[in-house]
């Protein structure tokens, strides 16, 4: 459990590492199947192995940026007083590189601002980084911004 003000002072730290995720193919195809976005490259392994670039199927962009919600709940600290959340948006996302199925990844979150809009209310903006187990660059870096509403 965390204060908002000791929350407020970690301004441009790091506040929190989510646990490795595992992306199987299963999950892969069932994103498909809930997005009806059956592109080759992320649900045919034997034709992404032969013609595409990636070495076999990769995660949908959408689905490793889905896992942000579940990856911010286990890394960052509860916060007193807060009775509910709730995903604000993005002000920045890109997607630096392909996330292969059977890889794991993990979610980085450095605090940017934490702006109170009235007494119950605060925007914390995060920098959240996705990491790919065992590559040098990251799935994807975006600037998320979560409201909380307090007691």
């Known amino acids: 459990?965390?204060?908002?003000?000791?929350?407020?002072?970690?301004?441009?730290?790091?506040?929190?590492?989510?646990?490795?995720?595992?992306?199987?193919?299963?999950?892969?195809?069932?994103?498909?199947a809930v997005t009806i976005d059956h592109q080759f490259i992320h649900v045919d392994p034997v034709?992404?192995?032969?013609?595409?670039?990636f070495g076999g199927t990769i995660a949908h962009g959408f689905l490793t940026l889905s896992f942000l919600s579940h990856m911010i709940e286990s890394a960052l600290p509860e916060i007193e007083g807060v009775k509910r959340?709730?995903?604000?948006?993005?002000?920045?996302?890109?997607?630096?590189?392909?996330?292969?199925?059977?890889?794991?990844?993990?979610?980085r979150f450095e605090l940017l601002r934490a702006e109170v809009?009235?007494?119950?209310?605060?925007?914390l903006c995060c920098r959240a980084?996705?990491?790919i187990?065992?590559?040098?660059?990251?799935?994807?870096?975006?600037?998320?911004l979560v409201r909380y509403y307090l007691a």
């Open 85 to 107: 959340s709730i995903n604000y948006g993005f002000d920045r996302i890109r997607f630096l590189s392909p996330v292969p199925s059977g890889s794991q990844i993990r979610g």
């Open 133 to 144: 187990r065992n590559h040098e660059r990251p799935a994807l870096v975006a600037d998320w």
């Open 47 to 53: 034709r992404a192995r032969s013609n595409a670039p």
């Open 117 to 123: 809009q009235r007494d119950t209310e605060v925007t």
């Open 1 to 32: 459990m965390i204060s908002l003000a000791t929350l407020q002072a970690r301004v441009g730290s790091e506040i929190g590492i989510s646990p490795w995720i595992d992306i199987s193919q299963q999950s892969i195809d069932d994103f498909a």
């Open 129 to 131: 980084t996705i990491d």
